[in-house]
């Protein structure tokens, strides 16, 4: 059975968050969700982001969300990928150095990496984007630049794939964001 690490915080994106971890549950992965600083059984605070015509998303809130495992009881050698949600929480979650330091290790170990909206805001704070083609939210997009990385235009529903690594801009693209990341983990799904 596979098991994935999947990084969520307060204010996360609340479809980035519910609709992965349940599509990788569904496929019969473990996946352990954690968030610095909280253990098992404590809830973090979500927030819907939509796309209503504004120059920007606009925001209300979420759900709670139980996290699953706890932060502290992290052993990186025993996953098989990483997930990472977006919304407003990787902006606080990159200067977590333990954060970093699991970000590293499934790029130096070549593990399968998945990445939505500013959850590639992560992944620059990490500095493991240099030379690596890659999308994000689209106001992300000069920071994937300026820490080296080659940013994709594309469709807001659509997956960007380069290597190990799976990124998309935002929740509407969880159709192909999840059926490109099963495809890098190694997993079919036969109908």
Request: hydrophobic fraction near 40%; include cysteine; aromatic fraction near 10%.
């Amino acid at each position: 059975m596979k098991k994935v690490l999947f990084l969520t915080g307060d204010f996360t994106e609340d479809y980035e968050t519910m609709v992965p971890f349940q599509m990788l549950e569904m496929v019969g992965y473990t996946v352990h969700t954690v968030c610095p600083d909280k253990k098992k059984g404590d809830t973090i605070k979500t927030a819907i982001h939509d796309f209503e015509g504004d120059q920007t998303y606009s925001e209300k809130p979420g759900h709670n969300f139980t996290l699953n495992y706890s932060f502290s009881d992290i052993k990186v050698n025993d996953y098989d990928g990483l997930v990472i949600a977006g919304g407003r929480a990787p902006e606080y979650l990159r200067l977590n150095e333990k954060v970093i330091e699991i970000t590293k290790h499934f790029f130096s170990t070549n593990k399968p990496v998945a990445a939505i909206c500013h959850g590639i805001q992560i992944l620059t704070a990490a500095d493991v984007v240099k030379g690596r083609k890659l999308t994000a939210y689209p106001a992300v997009g000069p920071e994937v630049t300026l820490a080296g990385g080659i940013f994709q235009s594309i469709p807001v529903d659509g997956a960007y794939v380069d290597g190990n690594l799976v990124t998309s801009p935002a929740w509407p693209a969880h159709p192909s964001f999840i059926r490109e990341f099963l495809k890098v983990m190694g997993t079919k799904i036969a109908i």
